[in-house]
Antibody, heavy 125, light 107 residues
Framework: QVQLQESGPGLVKPSQTLSLTCTLSGDSLSGRSFYWAWIRQPPGKELQWIGNVYYTGRTYYNPSLTSRVTMSVDTSNNQFSLKLTSVTAADTAVYYC?????????????????WGQGTLVTVSS | AIQMTQSPSSLSASVGDRVTITCRASQVIRNDLGWYQHKPGKAPKLLIYATSTLQSGVPSRFSGSGSGTAFTLTISDLQPEDFATYFCLQDYSNPMTFGQGTKVEIK
């Protein structure tokens, strides 16, 4: 059974860098049919797609965050990570890591089949 | 980015009721839509993908329909374990975007 677990500081100071790691168990990060995503939900707001990374290191970032986001993979430790720079209070949110399944087909079906439980990151001095 | 408008934001229902939740996309997204269930403190759970394909292990009382810009999640015969928040996710184009969520509460 695939499990994803987020880890990292729960409190980050404004202007600093938020760093989170997601550890995968029960499967390999190197699966060719999967992308690995970060998603967040600020208090009282809807979910927001931050971006995703492939096992090769290829990334896609949400255009609204692309100037501050970096994602990477560590296949030897079965982990992937998120860095978000220059954080403000608006970055306070529950951060989730997730696995995207890609089904090769004429329409390239994608869906998230596994999520972590989420970790609350608060930006405050 | 494609905007997903989900309604209602909350609803009250009784065990055994039939419940319908709707998501509308700001542009055509073919059938590239999934539905998820989320309970507090837990990981969200995939219910349906590609509009109407039931994820393995999900009870058949959950069903999805729609195409183009309008999509529906139906829960027939609501069970006590179904009280949760439900949200949609479009995967037609990047960035993927979510509905605002619907909280299903006990009447």
């Amino acid at each position: 059974q695939v499990q994803l677990q987020e880890s990292g500081p729960g409190l980050v100071k404004p202007s600093q860098t938020l760093s989170l790691t997601c550890t995968l168990s029960g499967d390999s990060l190197s699966g060719r049919s999967f992308y690995w995503a970060w998603i967040r939900q600020p208090p009282g707001k809807e979910l927001q797609w931050i971006g995703n990374v492939y096992y090769t290191g290829r990334t896609y970032y949400n255009p609204s965050l692309t100037s501050r986001v970096t994602m990477s993979v560590d296949t030897s430790n079965n982990q992937f990570s998120l860095k978000l720079t220059s954080v403000t209070a608006a970055d306070t949110a529950v951060y989730y890591c997730a696995r995207i399944v890609v089904v090769p087909s004429a329409t390239l079906t994608r869906y998230i089949d596994s999520w972590g439980q989420g970790t609350l990151v608060t930006v405050s001095s | 980015a494609i905007q997903m408008t989900q309604s209602p934001s909350s609803l009250s229902a009784s065990v055994g009721d039939r419940v319908t939740i709707t998501c509308r996309a700001s542009q055509v997204i073919r059938n590239d839509l999934g539905w998820y269930q989320h309970k507090p403190g837990k990981a969200p759970k995939l219910l349906i993908y590609a509009t109407s394909t039931l994820q393995s292990g999900v009870p058949s009382r959950f069903s999805g329909s729609g195409s183009g810009t309008a999509f529906t999640l139906t829960i027939s015969d609501l069970q006590p374990e179904d009280f949760a928040t439900y949200f949609c996710l479009q995967d037609y184009s990047n960035p993927m975007t979510f509905g605002q969520g619907t909280k299903v509460e006990i009447k």
